[in-house]
């Protein structure tokens, strides 16, 4: 778990996760509407050298970045009406294309969830406070939070 105590700081945090990160791995990001998700999302995806400004994909369900060390997938379900939009998005596929997956939202379509994915939640403590917690699910390797912490 670590307390971020800026927008700065939540984004620096999602940096210094993305060295961490390998080829088809897939991020779950829980959070309500303003917890961090999308900031977290920017820092992520400055890490991995994406260029360029990274939004919240709600109306598109998916934004591709790819100028960086890996490509990046950031999906948005929010606005999903049911996991079919995702297969006639061939999400599958992206996937399994050997870059990092970002989900927002993941209840909406959660029997599309892959098997093994990395949990991130963001809960606001209080003005620009919040808490991230890292959870590995079905299999997914161990974080180095301290590795995280160091690079702050």
Do not use: C
Not at 115 to 134: K, N, Q, W
């Amino acid at each position: 778990m670590l307390i971020s105590t800026s927008v700065a700081q939540t984004q620096a945090i999602g940096a210094a996760l993305s060295k961490q990160l390998k080829p088809n791995d897939v991020l779950i990001l829980l959070g309500d509407m303003g917890a961090g998700k999308s900031e977290f999302t920017r820092g992520l995806a400055r890490g991995l050298g994406v260029t360029g400004y990274v939004t919240s994909p709600t109306f598109t369900i998916m934004q591709l970045h790819d100028t960086g060390r890996l490509p990046l997938y950031h999906f948005d379900w929010y606005r999903l009406e049911s996991a079919e939009e995702l297969y006639e998005l061939s999400m599958d596929e992206y996937l399994q294309n050997g870059g990092v997956a970002v989900i927002e939202w993941p209840s909406r379509a959660e029997e599309v969830l892959p098997e093994s994915y990395l949990e991130v939640a963001l809960e606001p403590l209080g003005d620009d406070e919040r808490r991230i917690t890292f959870t590995p699910a079905g299999g997914f390797r161990t974080i180095d939070e301290e590795a995280i912490r160091a690079a702050l």
